[in-house]
């Protein structure tokens, strides 16, 4: 069982940035396929961005060339670094996990078992 913890969400004005965090009780980070998804009251979750264990990084087209994925083997983290922020991006933001020999690690929601309880950010005009 894989538990993740995410921290970093805020309030912060259109323009500005976010660094998310996510601590997972995994101590083999490296295979795990991770991700970061958002999700908005009434509408479904959407994939932003996930790293494999080789590090290779995929993003939503929405959040390309402003958010980056990160991982920290050594501390066991995941980061996700919002620069230019905008009141779109506002939503709740959790953390996903699956193993990766059984992930294709993209950005659909079904294929993650491991959540965290999410982390709110908030962008305002």
């Known amino acids: 069982q894989v538990q993740l913890v995410e921290s970093g969400g805020g309030s912060v004005q259109g323009g500005g940035s976010l660094r998310l965090s996510c601590v997972t009780s995994?101590?083999?980070?490296?295979?795990?396929?991770m991700a970061w998804f958002r999700q908005i009251p009434g509408k479904e979750r959407e994939g932003v961005a996930s790293?494999?264990?080789?590090?290779?990084?995929r993003y939503a087209e929405s959040v390309k060339g402003r958010f980056t994925i990160s991982q920290d083997n050594a501390k066991d983290t995941l980061h996700l670094q919002m620069d230019s922020l905008e009141p779109e991006d506002s939503g709740m933001y959790y953390c996903a996990a699956e193993p990766s020999q059984a992930s294709l690690c993209g950005l659909k929601e079904f294929e993650y078992d491991y959540w965290g309880q999410g982390t709110q950010v908030t962008v305002s005009s």
């Open positions: 995994e101590s083999t980070l490296s295979s795990l396929c």
């Open positions: 790293i494999e264990d080789d590090g290779t990084p």
